[in-house]
């Protein structure tokens, strides 16, 4: 007999952590605005041992559900018209939330888990979730209390993904009531090759193809607030100097080496004081 499809739903890796809340809470408008429900995964992590003390899995399992009932109740507590499910699994976390990406819309997880409390270190389950989920994979952080501006900031490329990649940051910035804005990186060097007028008619060149790829978009979105920048360095140069007024960036998935700079030791050190999240996009699979 086959079995049904799951139906699509926007998930978050639970795992106790207030990270895992931060995330959960983040999910929220993803659900509500996609009109499907917000699935709360816990995965157990087996032991290594080939046999397990039933009191040691009665614990795992009344702490796996104490964790998903705090989460369950701080969405509640938002007041969203979302429908909430749960579901606690016997697996790697990695594993379940890999899984997990196959049928959903989005799967969201804390930038830092239970086991990794220095602030400037990625959790090891999102890092390999971002290499390897098959659907968008939202890495958040706590979004806190801002001022000034809430950018979302996303690298255009002359790729023909790009457009499923602005696509994206535009709902994202409606979603989320931010300011959008689409940045345009150009290598140090290369405004060092000739002089300054030519690296000038560098940057128009790069600002009028950033413009032109944007038309289309702001015809669609005449509400969002879009700005289009020339970057020198690269766009985690960027990062580090503006992180502080972007509460998300939105990174290609088919960049691996971009993927593992914003994931990686390098990206968590510039990002970990920002509060400034990830989304990770293959536009190929959207």
């Known amino acids: 007999m086959n079995e049904l499809p799951t139906p699509p739903s926007i998930v978050v890796g639970i795992d106790g952590s ?3 809340i931060h995330a959960a809470l983040w999910a929220v408008d993803e659900a509500v605005s996609g009109d499907i429900p917000l699935r ?33 109740t701080a ?21 379940s939330l890999i899984r997990a990406s196959a049928s959903a819309e989005m799967v969201c997880v804390g930038a830092v888990g239970m086991h990794h409390f220095r602030p400037a270190r990625m959790g090891s389950t999102a890092a390999a979730l971002a290499a390897s989920g098959n659907c968008p994979v939202a890495i958040i952080r706590d979004q806190g209390h801002r001022d000034g501006p809430h950018w979302i900031v996303v690298d255009a490329h002359e790729r023909a993904e790009n457009s499923g990649l602005l696509r994206v940051a535009n ?26 007028g030519r690296a000038g008619n560098s940057d128009r060149r790069m600002g009028a193809n950033s413009d032109r790829r944007l038309a289309g978009w702001t015809g669609s979105y005449p509400e ?14 960027y990062l580090a100097e503006n992180s502080r007024s972007v509460q998300l960036v939105v990174v290609c998935a088919g960049d691996n080496a971009d993927v593992e700079q914003r994931v990686g030791p390098i990206g968590s050190a510039v990002l970990h004081n920002s509060n400034c999240s990830v989304l990770i996009v293959d536009p190929r699979r959207l």
């Open 18 to 20: 207030k990270a895992a």
């Open 40 to 72: 709360l995964l816990y995965a157990i992590e087996p032991d290594d041992a080939p046999q397990t003390l039933p009191d040691r899995a009665a614990r795992k399992l009344a702490i796996a559900e104490n964790a998903i009932r705090y989460a369950f």
């Open 75 to 95: 969405v509640e507590a938002a007041d969203k018209p979302v429908k909430i499910e749960v579901e606690i699994t016997q697996e790697r976390p990695v594993t």
């Open 171 to 196: 709902e994202e910035a409606r979603l989320r009531n931010a300011l959008l804005r689409v940045t345009t990186c150009r290598q140090t060097g290369d405004s060092e090759i000739g002089d300054e």
């Open 224 to 237: 969002l607030q879009v700005e289009s920048v020339a970057v020198d360095g690269s766009l985690l140069d």
